[in-house]
């Protein structure tokens, strides 16, 4: 599997972004999926996560309530839209997939990592 991210960006305090992970793979929809970030100087930390039918999602307690994590089956994509930005947001965002239909917090329960894109969220 091969994970693709896109839709990182600057953006100020405030704002919104929605970040897209493409993946290959003819499997996808058996997979769980998270999204993860680094900032620099700090590990990497879970963001959010979701299972393989949609139907179970899961969140860092930091973005509650302002990230929403999404897939869509058919097009092999998972979406993570992102609504009031802080500059503590900033970070590089990586997706994530697991090979089981349960989704998890974990960073080291993920088999396949994508290049990551970067958020850059100005105060």
């Known amino acids: 599997v091969q994970l693709v991210e896109s839709g990182g960006g600057l953006v100020q305090a405030g704002g919104s972004l929605r970040l897209s992970c493409a993946a290959s793979?003819?499997?996808?929809?058996?997979?769980?999926m998270g999204w993860f970030r680094q900032a620099p100087g700090k590990e990497r930390e879970f963001v959010a996560a979701?299972?393989?039918?949609?139907?179970?999602?899961y969140y860092a307690d930091s973005v509650k309530g302002r990230f929403t994590i999404s897939r869509d089956n058919a097009k092999n994509s998972v979406y993570l839209q992102m609504n009031s930005l802080k500059p503590e947001d900033t970070a590089v965002y990586y997706c994530?997939?697991?090979?089981?239909?349960?989704?998890?917090?974990?960073?080291?329960?993920?088999?396949?990592w994508g290049q990551g894109t970067q958020v850059t969220v100005s105060s």
């Open positions: 994530a997939a697991r090979r089981t239909v349960v989704p998890s917090t974990r960073l080291y329960e993920y088999d396949y």
């Open positions: 793979g003819r499997t996808f929809s058996s997979y769980a």
């Open positions: 979701i299972a393989w039918s949609d139907a179970n999602t």
